[in-house]
């Protein structure tokens, strides 16, 4: 390996010695991801994983794929790239725990115009972040430098993980019936979608992002850049606790259509707007973007990163369960006989 060097390749404008530096200077990163399956070694052609059996009858493999989006261009103007991994995991991770699914393993892909190898092993550094707090392993991954296609500071960053569920308890929606109760469990912020709207809001290329918003505690840059929350452990905890019916990630298209793909025909979901825990960021974008509240909820989580559907009686459980583990949960809404979907008044 030490004697790839193609002087041509270099002069087109990709380094395979800066792809080199980079899987070392990242393989301390990944080395924190080690969990029990985890059998390859960076660098290899394929990424192994063993996959345990122990408690498992039926195991059914469960895949989810996402990228960051266009909150990358806020790394880019803050120079901050150690968080936007988090990010990537934290889309997929959160999808698959929807089917009741435990995370195994994550695999990335980053590309960029210039390999500059040590802000390539701070972007892992943040992929292996959010696969610490996921449980899941960082077994393998891609870097593309493509000059030409990227601008040299800039780059993409998506991924995808594997995880597994025994068929018996994969979250079944037709369980819900109407008087069941919908649990959210708050999110950290604006997330990983909806940024094309949020960058045209604030104008984020031509204003001081680093200047201090009192309404939001802080400077718009770093508000918006706040890595989106990974609801795994807390999620898997309460699966094990009680009967989960469903569970939604509220991501790109809001309240009015991720809360519905968790539910059966015929119901829907009632929510008092004043039992909505909406984050400071979220009135702001309305206010500075004079944008009508059916667009906020179709568009954004408004501080709900994901809910649950369970049967009333299990609800108060089901809250102090969340809030153990770290999950400031409460009651948003419950369930009715409807074909609307989503309901807020």
């Known amino acids: 390996m030490a004697k790839s060097f193609s002087e041509s390749y270099k002069n087109a404008g990709v380094d395979i010695t ?11 990163h990944i080395k924190r991801t080690t969990v029990f399956g985890n059998t390859s070694d960076v660098g290899g052609f394929g990424g192994l994983f ?8 039926e195991p059914v493999l469960v895949s989810g794929t996402d990228g960051v989006g266009t909150k990358l261009k806020l790394a880019f103007l803050m120079d901050k790239h150690d968080t936007v991994g988090i990010d990537c995991v934290a889309m ?3 999808d698959i725990i929807c089917v009741g699914a435990k995370p195994l393993y994550f695999l990335d892909y980053i590309a960029c115009g210039k390999n500059v190898p040590e802000k390539i ?4 550094s943040g992929i292996a972040e959010g696969c610490v707090q996921s449980e899941s392993a960082l077994i393998g991954g891609e870097t593309a430098e493509m000059p030409g296609f990227y601008p040299e500071d800039e780059y993409d960053l998506a991924g995808f993980a594997v995880g597994v569920v025994d068929k018996s308890r994969i ?6 019936k109407p008087g069941d109760v919908v649990i959210a469990l708050p999110s950290s912020g604006v997330h990983s979608n909806g940024f094309s709207l949020v960058r045209k809001v604030f104008d984020v290329e031509n204003r001081d992002i680093n200047k201090r918003i009192e309404e939001l505690g802080g400077t718009l840059g770093e508000t918006l850049l706040t890595p989106t929350k990974i609801y795994v452990k807390p999620m898997l905890n309460l699966f094990d606790r009680i009967t989960v019916k469903a ?7 809001g309240f009015y259509e991720n809360i519905p793909r968790s539910l059966p025909d015929g119901i829907g979901v009632k929510i008092r707007k004043s039992d909505i825990r909406t984050l400071p960021v979220f009135d702001l974008i309305a206010k500075e973007g004079d944008i009508p509240e059916r667009d906020m909820f179709n568009t954004f989580n ?11 009686e299990d609800a108060d459980q089901a809250v102090k369960i969340l809030k153990t583990a770290g999950e400031d949960a409460y009651v948003l809404g419950e369930t009715i006989e409807s074909e609307e979907g989503v309901t807020i008044w």
């Open 302 to 312: 408004m501080g709900v990163g994901m809910t649950c559907v369970v049967s009333s």
């Open 121 to 124: 092993a701070t972007i892992v």
């Open 92 to 94: 997929c991770v959160n």
């Open 171 to 176: 979250l079944n929606k037709d369980l819900i």
């Open 247 to 253: 569970a939604a990630h509220i991501t790109g298209g």
């Open 18 to 28: 800066a792809g080199y530096k980079s899987v070392e200077l990242m393989k301390e």
């Open 50 to 57: 063993h996959l345990d059996m122990t408690g498992l009858t």
